[in-house]
């Protein structure tokens, strides 16, 4: 039972603007297809074979970083997945945006720019501000219905998320509504056994917070990523910090510095770490080195070793329930992929209850030829999906249940 609506209350043939996140990794420059287009297809298609003409909006990256890129690769992959055509424009809310708009036919879909390309998406704002920016004020009068179904984005304030349900009826799609229903109930729903959390990935920020949060209902953690770098580094060890060009580290260190120091001292028994790490060698291969063997940092860690993947694994096959949050290396990479399929292997073998959340870690179950049946739940979100488990509200969710209740 949900709070707003969704595209089954959408009348027929509309002008409608639809926000997907397909935020998905990026290598040389190009996006890499992921279960976001295949999850969102659905959406697309369902709206494009209403007879809707079909506007989508998304972001790629954050700005400063490398994987803040333009969506047109993104339109050629969900064209794939929706099985019609995906035009592209690579403009936002500009004349050419908008004369593209207007050219649209029923059942077409176009894909406008990287939302985080304009100015009004971005900078801290209420609701009511960003319904008040040029970005939503010159779009919104364009469409008849917004659509959100960037669950995976819905725990950012961004006007694209919570600036359009101010100015249209605004609806749910398919993912916005069918993970907010799995991962509400993950929320309120009591296990007899252990319950274990796999925490990896880059987003430490993200994660340190919710490992505080779930203190009480979390009885293990087992930590990898730049997460767990970070945790070795406040637990004495030489490690947690950039070398060379990496910009991982410090940034979130500072940030997260007391908050790390003060989870670790409260929950240090329940906390797992690393006790050996894998880099590059000189000669290209993986090299592998025992955490209490590190003098200094010179190298970039990209994954756990195998003793640490040998002590999680006894922890997984005893837990009720296990949750994991980003990957323990940079599996994109099979050199370093064995920390974070071995976990998953693990879960898998498993029968307790397993949901593998985030973007980027969920595309590792196919990648190593394991199957989405093998876990409970395989989330696409990652920032909302953890926020959901510790029952925070989510900003776009509660902006589709205010339109809901304003009409
Ligand atoms: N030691 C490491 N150094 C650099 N990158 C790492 C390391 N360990 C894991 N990663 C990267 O973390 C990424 C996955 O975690 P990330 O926090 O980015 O996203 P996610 O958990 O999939 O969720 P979201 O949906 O929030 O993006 C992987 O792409 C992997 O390459
Ligand atoms: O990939 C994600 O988790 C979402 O798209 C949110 O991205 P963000 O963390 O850059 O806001």
Same mark, same amino acid.
């Given at each position: 039972m949900t709070d707003f609506d969704t595209i089954d209350d959408l009348p027929t043939d509309k002008r409608v603007l639809v926000r997907l996140d397909l935020n998905s990794p990026v290598e040389d420059g190009e996006p890499q297809d992921n279960r976001r287009f295949e999850r969102h297809a659905r959406t697309v298609r369902e709206l494009a074979e209403a007879g809707h003409r079909v506007v989508l909006m998304a972001h790629q990256g954050r %700005? /400063? =970083? *490398?994987? !803040? &890129? &333009?969506l047109a690769g993104h339109a050629a992959i969900l064209a794939d997945h929706v099985g019609r055509d995906v035009a592209f424009v690579a *403009? &936002?809310? /500009?004349d050419e945006a908008l004369d593209a708009i207007d050219a649209l036919g029923a059942g077409e879909v176009l894909l406008l720019e990287n939302t985080r390309m304009c100015d009004g998406e971005l900078p801290k704002e209420s609701p009511e501000e960003k319904a008040a920016t040029e970005f939503v004020e010159t779009l919104? %009068? =364009? !469409?008849d219905a917004y659509v959100n179904d960037a669950y995976s984005a819905a725990h950012r304030k961004h006007a694209s998320l919570v600036g359009f349900p101010l100015a249209l009826p605004s609806y749910a799609g398919r993912v916005m509504e069918t993970e907010y229903e799995a991962n509400t109930a993950i929320a309120t729903r009591e296990f007899d056994g252990p319950v274990t959390m796999v925490v990896g990935g880059t987003k430490a920020t993200d994660v340190i917070g919710v490992m505080d949060a779930l203190d009480e209902k979390v009885d293990r953690f087992l930590l990898g990523g730049v997460a767990g770098e970070l945790f070795l580094r406040a637990a004495g060890h030489p490690v947690g910090h950039d070398v060379g060009e990496m910009d991982l580290f410090d940034e979130q260190w500072e940030r997260n510095r007391e908050l790390i120091e003060s989870v670790l001292d409260e929950r240090g028994d329940a906390i797992r770490l690393a006790s050996d790490l894998a880099y590059e060698g000189p000669d290209g291969d993986r090299a592998e080195v025992a955490v209490d063997d590190i003098d200094e940092k010179t190298e970039g860690y990209l994954d756990v070793g195998p003793e640490t993947v040998a002590d999680y694994e006894p922890a997984i096959r005893e837990s009720d329930a296990v949750f994991v949050k980003g990957a323990l290396g940079v599996f994109e990479d099979e050199r370093f992929a064995d920390g974070t399929v071995g976990v998953l292997e693990a879960i898998a073998e498993t029968d307790c209850f397993s949901v593998v959340g985030g973007g980027d870690t969920s595309r590792a179950i196919e990648m190593y030829g394991m199957s989405e049946d093998e876990f409970s739940h395989v989330s696409i979100a990652g920032g909302a999906y953890i926020r959901a488990l510790t029952g925070e509200p989510l900003p776009a969710v509660e902006a589709l249940e205010a339109a809901a209740k304003r009409e």
């Open positions: %700005p /400063g =970083r *490398d994987d !803040f &890129t &333009t *403009d &936002t809310y /500009g919104a %009068p =364009r !469409f």
